[in-house]
């Protein structure tokens, strides 16, 4: 069984930084970050596959968000840099044991999901 775990949400001003953690315990072979804003449908943000550290990201994020993994810790990461008030929502980190290149960045690709963490960008 996969449990997931976010931390490191909070408030930030425009144009500022955070950093995301997301500790993982089971066989997780693909894991990914994915935010929901109020009223808006889940949103993929950018994936990683554990084993070849191949990554894939949204449009929205690309050059903003990064992904990555801290493998000996079991660990995934999602640095956020220059954010706006626009990235404003609650942050899931997801995880599957197998997922087809179509749905890397769709929810409908993970199984495990952790609670979530909010992220709160003021202008």
């Known amino acids: 069984q996969v449990q997931l775990q976010e931390s490191g949400g909070g408030s930030v001003q425009s144009g500022g930084s955070l950093k995301l953690s997301c500790a993982a315990s089971?066989?997780?072979?693909?894991m990914a970050w994915f935010r929901q804003a109020p009223g808006k449908e889940r949103e993929g943000l950018g994936s990683?596959?554990?084993?070849?550290?191949?990554?894939y990201y949204g449009d929205s994020v690309k050059g903003r968000f990064t992904v990555s993994q801290d493998s000996a810790e079991d660990t995934l990461y999602l640095q956020m840099n220059n954010l706006k008030p626009e990235d404003t929502a609650m942050y899931y980190c997801?995880?599957?044991?197998?997922?087809?290149?179509?749905?890397?960045?769709?929810?409908?690709?993970?199984?495990?999901w952790g609670r979530g963490t909010q992220v709160t960008v003021s202008s």
């Open positions: 997801a995880a599957a044991f197998r997922v087809p290149p179509p749905l890397l960045l769709s929810a409908a690709g993970f199984s495990y």
């Open positions: 990683i596959r554990t084993e070849s550290g191949s990554t």
């Open positions: 089971g066989d997780t072979r693909c």
